[in-house]
């Protein structure tokens, strides 16, 4: 079972805004066993809106349109759609009741343009929209689903989850795509693609394994589409089995997990207390861990000492120490770190202190140059990590490598003091 | 002169990532004249790529594709290309050296994998990646020309700007795109619609109006296609002026700036310092400006103060305010702010504690409560704002709503010494 997903409006081929609503559909249509064959975007245009249509309904069984359903004239759909479908708009009493009683509790005219989102082509099933004035509209033809989806997000959500989702199973035998997500910390992808070479060579012909590359991270990812689940998801389990015992020191954890999320799992099982002590990452690794819910009961005090002085007055860095070794040093890195865990009183602290650019940067410390340090009950360790050219990459990896310093000492420091004990 | 976008993952389609890519090549293309007719994701398909490249060709002189060049085996746009295009892969001396050079200077094994890297299909002119190890490609074919771009935003980004966009402007004569965004707030769409629908209905043929609701804001935008820019970007402006005159009450202001954008062009001018003092918002605040360039110029240092005692000892919140006001109160902000202010010795500090969530929320202070406070020359003003119910949301509101009151005191206390002096 294939799906095709159309999403209307200019604004989204000029750039002015991020499609999310696809993503959205793909996940509900993947989850429910509909491969997702394209995804195609295009103007508030009839004919554009008719060739993608006529397109998508050629290759597929099921296609989605979001957009272009609001009351102002620019909005275009449901009329292009009625033309096409060769039927007449028709006014849908509840729909118009649930509109204007919407507008009227938020003390809005129901005027002429309001009573037109209750016009609907007489060939369509309405899919009410209970958090919106533009219904959703189900079309069947020659075999096909064609449905129409309001563009408000959180409108086409609620009517993919409780209105096309349950039509589509009943409509279809579906069958299922599973998708494991496994992320590894550590490895460059061709390293790591060179270490799993066997793993991945013989990998069962249904299984196909995805590299997914970010800064701080590769993702692996298993598919199996239109399988039987349970079997399936059985073996992939067994697979990632095979690849702790390979890479497990490379190994973060499934799906979403992230090395905050590792950290905080880590502080919060051991009841230990966390400070940070930015300069260049400008408050970015506070924000990560404290976007977590639960963070309080670790987190004790973050500083973004920014400037010479606020180092030195805030956490205690020694000027002389500056001027010796430059800010950017690992001394200053140091002495963030012990500075920052002695004056929260905490476990630990992580510092960094470096050249996010675009200027400041110099032959010997060039922009990207980030010293990182983790201060701990067994003392202090810093490491140097260039972190790219571009400012918000400079942040957000020099943030990530130095959670990643944080987890290493956390667990190293534990190692030490259990031989000591 | 019209252009596709096509992006390539398999990522996309199953909804594992948000396509960014597409949204920043689009604003490229449109700002240099040249109208994006469509946008397409497919997966990591040879006949899928090949399909869609086809039909792109045979409706646009341009097309850019994003993705599928790493250098694993899941990756196989550019061995498609050289097949669609006729041609072996041959290695690329230049990017062969700057591949091995990358990856030692990070530590990282020139293997196999990697030195695939450098090999491109002979028919392209390569378009040198200096971030990243997959170089672009550019192709021509019967007046058409093919660019094919690593998917890894920021490189992506560095080639159409250095690469791309200055080699299209070369080879294309471009007329001009014209959109200007006006925001408005506080009029749901339909009664915007009808208050302006004379004005609507007098605007030039040329000028295209569209409406992009959103919960807080409805963005009007004018768009002009292959115009002579300069005289069309002044008539919008005039058209933009009566709307001012029509509506001055609901009008916010243009485009896409950003509230720390304006206070970090505010400070910058005047020479003024910052520093940020946060609990519930966790160093979102302080990362907001220190994400943008210059910030160091005014951003002396920032404390995230989760904890109590990171509140008493670091900013001097005393304690028995604390016990009898609440840690989310008006007194605490208060005293964070100007402990703050005092303690980085800057011009204004802004502070925030409230209750992000998910837990910790009580009838009097549910979860999305925030006092926010702003301490400046001449004194300091809290506010409580309600920020939403989901963590990510409170943060995120709680940091806006806190730097629209830094900007607001800024301009309030700058008022009161003028009349002072």
Chains 1, 2 share one sequence.
Not at 35 to 64: F, N
Request: charged share 25%.
């Amino acid at each position: 079972m294939k799906a095709t997903i159309i999403t209307i409006g200019d604004e989204i081929l000029i750039g002015q805004i991020v499609d999310t609503n696809s993503v959205a559909i793909a996940r509900y249509l993947n989850d429910a066993g509909i491969v997702v064959h394209e995804k195609e975007s295009v103007g508030d245009d009839r004919e554009a809106i008719v060739t993608a249509l006529q397109r998508a309904m050629s290759e597929c069984e099921v296609t989605i349109l979001t957009g272009g359903l609001g009351p102002t004239k620019d909005d275009i759909t449901k009329r292009t759609l009625a033309d096409l479908f060769n039927c007449e708009l028709v006014r849908d009493q509840r729909v118009a009741d649930h509109v204007r009683r919407m507008l009227e509790s938020r003390g809005i005219a129901y005027n002429e343009l309001n009573q037109g989102q209750s016009l609907v082509p007489a060939a369509c099933t309405v899919l009410f929209n209970a958090y919106g004035t533009a219904p959703g509209m189900w079309f069947e033809r020659d075999g096909h689903v064609i449905v129409s989806l309001p563009g408000v997000p959180f409108e086409m959500d609620h009517l993919m989850q409780d209105e096309v989702m349950p039509r589509l199973k009943k409509r279809f035998t579906l069958r299922q795509i599973v998708h494991r997500t496994l992320i590894t910390s550590g490895l460059a992808e061709s390293m790591l693609a060179e270490r799993i070479a066997a793993w991945e060579e013989a990998l069962p012909p249904y299984l196909h394994l995805a590299y997914l590359p970010s800064p701080d991270k590769v993702r692996l990812r298993l598919s199996a589409y239109e399988v039987e689940g349970a079997a399936v998801a059985h073996e992939i389990e067994a697979q990632f089995d095979k690849l702790y015992a390979i890479i497990p020191q490379y190994i973060l954890g499934y799906e979403t997990v992230t090395i905050q999320s590792v950290v905080h799992d880590l502080l919060t099982q051991r009841h230990l207390t966390l400070a940070t002590a930015e300069s260049c990452t400008g408050g970015a690794i506070a924000a990560r861990f404290t976007a977590l819910p639960g963070a309080s009961n670790y987190f004790k005090c973050g500083w973004v000492t920014y400037s010479v002085e606020a180092k030195h007055a805030q956490l205690g860095v020694r000027l002389e120490d500056v001027a010796r070794y430059d800010v950017v040093s690992e001394e200053v890195a140091r002495a963030m770190a012990e500075g920052a865990r002695q004056r929260a009183q905490v476990d630990y602290a992580v510092a960094t202190t470096g050249i996010a650019g675009p200027t400041g940067g110099t032959a010997e410390r060039p922009v990207g140059t980030v010293w990182m340090a983790v201060a701990g009950p067994c003392g202090t360790t810093a490491v140097c990590r260039q972190s790219g050219k571009d400012r918000g990459q400079v942040i957000d990896r020099a943030s990530g490598f130095a959670i990643t310093l944080l987890r290493d000492e956390i667990l190293r420091q534990e190692e030490l003091r259990k031989k000591k004990n």
